[in-house]
Each structure stands twice: as structure tokens, then as C-alpha cells.
């Protein structure tokens, strides 16, 4: 089992559960983050650090949140690791609550 970054990290791309995943298995976008399902070793530490909550397991994704799982396996190949915090987009907070972003994802 991995977990998984949903559509709510679109446009946010706040890096709080970067610093915790002993195994380095999240990659950075350009507007987004995602988890390498191959080297998530599953330890739950990410998921409570997302202030958005954009981080679940795989077993938790609704119908809708599915697609993620495949968006993960596909970017985290293209895109590099990111082992450090770093600061918010600038509009980060402003992209918060709004739905249905996966239009916007830059790949």
C-alpha cells in the first residue's frame, strides 16, 4: 500500500510532509507534489502534516480520487525529490478551499 497526493495539493503545494518521509519518496512539481508509490514504505507520517489534507492512503481514495494513484506513479518519475521544506506558493492560501483543480495541474 502507498499513500498518495490528491487534488487538493494542486495550486497549494505546501511541503510540511516533505521533512517527515524517512525514505524521501516525494517529488516536486511545478504546482504540486507527489509520492513515488515504489519507495513509500506506508508509515502514516505524511498524512497528518498536510494542512489541507491532500494526502491519503490509496485504500482511502474515493472513486473520484482514484485517478491520483496512476497521476502519483506517472510524475513521480519525471519530476525530482524534495527532502526539504520549503516556502508556500504566494497565492498557496487563496487555493486552499477550492475544488476540482486537477485542470490546472502543470506537468
Same mark, same amino acid.
Given at each position: !500500500?502507498?499513500?498518495? $497526493?490528491?487534488? /487538493?495539493? %494542486? *495550486? ?19 504546482? !504540486?507534489?507527489? +509520492?513515488? =508509490?515504489?519507495?513509500? +514504505?506506508?508509515?502514516?507520517?505524511? #498524512? =497528518?502534516?498536510? =494542512?489541507?489534507?491532500? %494526502?491519503? @492512503?490509496?485504500?482511502?481514495? @474515493? &472513486? ?6 496512476? +497521476?502519483?506513479? #506517472?510524475? @513521480? /518519475? *519525471?519530476?525530482? $525529490? +524534495?527532502?526539504? !521544506?520549503?516556502?508556500?506558493? &504566494?497565492? /498557496?492560501?487563496?487555493?486552499? &478551499?477550492?475544488?476540482? *483543480?486537477?485542470?490546472?495541474? &502543470?506537468?
Amino acid at each position: !500500500m502507498t499513500f498518495v $497526493v490528491t487534488e /487538493a495539493c %494542486i *495550486k497549494c503545494k505546501l511541503t510540511d510532509c516533505v521533512e517527515v518521509c524517512p525514505v524521501d519518496c516525494f517529488h516536486e512539481g511545478p504546482n !504540486m507534489l507527489v +509520492i513515488d =508509490p515504489d519507495e513509500c +514504505i506506508d508509515c502514516t507520517l505524511c #498524512e =497528518p502534516e498536510c =494542512p489541507v489534507d491532500a %494526502i491519503l @492512503s490509496e485504500d482511502d481514495l @474515493s &472513486e473520484d480520487q482514484e485517478k491520483f494513484l496512476q +497521476i502519483n506513479e #506517472e510524475l @513521480s /518519475a *519525471k519530476w525530482p $525529490v +524534495i527532502v526539504e !521544506m520549503k516556502d508556500p506558493p &504566494e497565492d /498557496a492560501d487563496d487555493w486552499r &478551499e477550492v475544488k476540482d *483543480k486537477l485542470h490546472l495541474l &502543470e506537468r
